[in-house]
């Protein structure tokens, strides 16, 4: 499972957090609550940063996409 942050790229300009199983999956997706899953040149939960500044304790926001993130990859992962 990998976590990080992106400064930004082609298929999102602004920063973003970002957690993605190894090997990626395949088949339908568990819905997450926070974050959104994308498929532009790899498969993996991805939170924006505008969704992070907008929060109202940004803090909690980020450790709850990244949280929540882990187990879905870590469920998935399990089979």
């Keep these: 499972i990998g976590i990080g942050l992106s400064p930004g790229d082609d298929a999102y300009p602004e920063p973003y957090w970002y957690v993605n199983p190894s090997p990626a999956p395949d088949g339908d997706l568990p819905e997450p609550e926070s974050g959104q ?21 940004q803090e909690a926001a980020s450790r709850e996409f990244v949280g929540e993130s882990v187990n879905l990859c870590r469920g998935i992962l399990a089979g």
Excluded at 37 to 57: F, M, N, P, R, Y
């Design 37 to 57: 899953w994308t498929d532009k040149g790899w498969t993996g939960l991805v939170l924006e940063a505008g969704k992070v500044i907008d929060a109202a304790d």
